[in-house]
């Protein structure tokens, strides 16, 4: 459903609210941004945090790339409340000789959300006779919940964690139906599915976290071209557990610390098989590198991202 077409659709169902303007999306004014934060990491592989050369040269492992999009957008106000219109989306795009076909079957979804206790249960019951399916109620329980900021980056925060459902949808699929490894834009630890499977490969590009202490900052920010860091736990009480390193993928000379910097998530085994972890941290780092070429262009994320990933996300746009 185009904005449009729905503002006119909620002005019928709700002659109280007015419509907005502008096309900006959540994801551009959105002030919803983790605070940056040191998590120290249990280092598996070292005593401590170290720098490894990766040793033999890139080569190509991954069959296939998943990636997924989410547009948002507010389109009508009620009150000083905001009814926001998302649609996400997510594909897994696998290598056939030198092109990139669509894997299965893309998954696109579309839904309305709006704070319902402070909407009110008249303007959510008329919603409800038009969109009981797709109707997403992101209220916070949070005292300053009526902020129009905080409604605002409520709503962008749903459409984020079904974008990501969309997208764990998808890479369980793959890990149920085929062996060859998957190459996954974004933690795996999500899933407890992928997570524990040998063909998934999650490759983290932001890092508003760092895993790793305030001693050992210096070891990751300091990796140069082609090297990693220790391999590391990566643990918390709601994702399961996966293993963990820093790669650097580019030079980052005349650039900022974290140019060319990626993150590695695979399938945590047990510590005493600390050695096999560091055989196949290696291992996937080929693999990576092998996606430095060709360039991402003319995306401005080009230093940490592949190829097949801008593929996905140049596919899902002309899809959704």
């Known amino acids: 459903m185009s904005a449009e077409s729905l503002r006119r659709e909620l002005a019928a169902l709700l002659p109280g609210a007015r419509a907005t303007s502008g096309d900006a999306t959540l994801e551009l004014m959105s002030s919803a941004i983790d605070p940056p934060r040191l998590i120290g990491a249990g280092v598996v592989e070292d005593p401590a945090m170290m720098a490894h050369r990766i040793n033999g040269a890139p080569t190509g492992g991954f069959r296939a790339f998943l990636d997924g999009t989410q547009r948002s957008r507010t389109v009508s106000y009620v009150g000083n409340v905001p009814i926001v219109h998302g649609v996400v989306s997510a594909v897994a795009r696998e290598r056939r000789g030198r092109r990139l076909h669509t894997w299965s079957v893309p998954l696109v979804e579309e839904r309305i959300y709006a704070p319902r206790s402070l909407l009110g249960n008249a303007a959510w019951d008329a919603l409800c006779t038009r969109f009981r399916d797709t109707l997403v109620d992101c209220t916070e329980q949070d005292d300053s919940a009526a902020h129009p900021y905080a409604m605002r980056d409520a709503a962008y925060h749903k459409v984020q964690a ?159």
């Open 162 to 320: 079904d974008r990501e459902v969309l997208e764990q949808r998808l890479a369980e699929r793959w890990c149920s139906l085929e062996n060859d490894a998957l190459f996954v834009d974004g933690s795996i630890s999500g899933s407890d599915t992928v997570a524990k499977s040998a063909c998934a490969v999650g490759v983290v590009k932001s890092h508003r976290t760092i895993y790793a202490a305030a001693r050992d900052l210096s070891v990751v920010l300091g990796l140069r071209a082609g090297e990693r860091t220790s391999v590391f736990r990566v643990t918390s009480q709601k994702r399961t557990t996966v293993a963990s390193w820093y790669l650097r993928m580019r030079d980052p000379a005349e650039h900022d610390p974290m140019w060319g910097l990626v993150r590695a998530e695979i399938a945590y085994a047990d510590e005493r098989l600390a050695e096999r972890l560091a055989e196949r941290a290696n291992e996937v780092s080929r693999w990576i590198l092998a996606e430095t070429s060709p360039l991402a262009l003319p995306d401005g994320r080009w230093d940490t991202m592949v190829y097949g990933i801008r593929d996905c996300e140049e596919y899902l746009r002309a899809l959704a």
